[in-house]
């Protein structure tokens, strides 16, 4: 039996949870898928299969190699498809990472219409605050917001974001709108440990840059919570653009200084780079990018 064959019993084995089961989906006896897996388990010299009287698991090497076949064998079907003169179809598992606010309100829906017309994907999303390492952690692609920290790696970008500085209008209405920076020393405050903004909040002003540390009496550790808080009247928080975009257009917060903003902050979507871009992943990429791209709360502000 030649080792794609191999692949695919094993493959079978893995998702059927049974070598019973794997035979009968292959057209196959028992017997002889289970003799497949012992031969490659002995030409490899690892066990890929721990097997009991009740269960069927894969052992660490195994799951590193299982997934290399599926890679293996998705990456064959496509380059059959692409030789015969077909079209090729997205299909495979997707990782995709990105800040957890930005997931939560731009990527989910973008990833929920992608899946509704791409039947044979699936996708893992990785919602997390911090860089992911994308060969570490299998990522197929990856939203990053600011600069990006990988080199050779393709980028797409597909908007930006400022940070800004907000309130409830409520509350600026009782204490007053700030015309200048210096006028949050002193201003209650509510920070989020889980932005970079929470230390230093910089400025850009007629006379240059501007660097305030503002005392603060309430810490969270969610963007979102910061924003609550804000929204409730507490005080002023600094968060990025894209955080709050719904929230000022309810009027539920308000905008202020903002012509003291920093440059803005790109927005890429980032993959490994590789002579022949999966079609899940160039698919994917696509989707996002129009999608992404014809949204106003990540684009540039429309000058009056």
Known sequence: MDRFQEMKVLLAVVEAESFAAAARQLGMSPPSVTRVIAALEARLGTLLLARSTR?????????????????????LEEAEELASGSALRARGNLTVTAPVMFGELY???????????HPEVTI????????????????????????????GMPA?????VRSVICAAP??????????TPGELEGAPVVVSSASPLLTDWRFV??????????PTRLVVNSNSAAIHAARLGWGFTRVLSYQVAES??????????????????????????????????RTFIDFCAERLGRNPALQPPVSA
Do not use: W
């Open 55 to 75: 269960s069927l698991r894969l052992t660490e090497a195994g799951q590193r190699y299982v997934e290399d076949c599926r890679r293996i064998l998705l990456e």
């Open 107 to 117: 990527l989910i829906p973008v990833i929920v219409d992608y899946l509704s017309s």
């Open 124 to 151: 893992n999303a990785l919602l997390v605050d911090r860089v992911v390492n994308m060969s570490d952690e299998g990522v197929d692609v990856a939203v990053r917001i600011g600069r990006l920290h990988e080199t």
């Open 156 to 160: 797409v970008r597909v908007g930006e």
């Open 170 to 179: 409520d509350f600026l209405d009782r204490v007053g709108r700030p015309a």
């Open 205 to 214: 002003g007629p006379d240059g840059p501007l660097t305030l540390r503002p």
């Open 248 to 281: 000022v257009a309810r009027g539920e917060l308000e905008i202020v200084l903002d012509e003291y903003s920093v440059p803005p902050l790109p927005i890429h979507l980032l993959h490994p780079g590789a002579a022949r871009t999966p079609a899940k992943v």
